[in-house]
């Protein structure tokens, strides 16, 4: 059998299962979705949203990128953010990154890696932002560590830089900003960064005419 059958396979049993312990489970998912969080994950196989958060289809509306990056050109994810704020409504978005990810570490090399350079060249930035910081820190597991937490930092306020999010903390008082970091190594999340609804940010950066 090759792997990706064994996919089709686990899905025909998961079905199954969820019909066994509930009938009308999937009659419920069709019409609506009204999830209160917005997750921004990494893309990395290993930090799979609803798992880590034991939530179901319909809880948490999901966003995935290389090193869970908020970047200002990205269409994909400023779509995905207009479409949870505004449309779906959530209450909170998340942005979760991960010790030990190979996006922030390539970007804290000279290396070379073709067109992901275009992409890990924001982390780098945060490298600038923090470069005392971080070059202060002696063991090289623990500078990537620390550099992880605050690209969720950097992350979490880009979000608050967008129009997208002052207009609705304008307007309705939400959705508050939290960033964590998930440690692969015993499953659990560490809260590093949080902005509740219509925190200042710098002025420069704050829109005048929502």
Known sequence: MNSYERLL?????????KLNDDPDYFNRLVDVQSPDFLWIGCSDSRVPANEITGTQP???FVHRNIA???IHTDLNLLSVLQYAVEV?????????GH????????????HNFGIINKWIRNIKDVHRFHREEIDAIPDQDAQLNRMIELNVQEQVLNLAK????QK??????????HGWVYDLHDGIVKPIYELGAGTHIDEIYEFDDL
């Open 68 to 70: 869970n990056m908020v």
């Open 162 to 165: 967008t129009s997208i999010i």
């Open 88 to 96: 779906l409504k959530v209450k909170h978005i998340i942005v979760c």
């Open 9 to 17: 396979l686990e899905n025909k049993a998961w079905a199954k299962e």
């Open 168 to 177: 609705s903390w304008k307007e309705r008082q939400e959705p508050d900003l």
């Open 99 to 110: 010790y030990g990810c190979g996006g922030v570490k390539a970007a804290m090399t000279n």
């Open 58 to 60: 319909g809880e948490i």
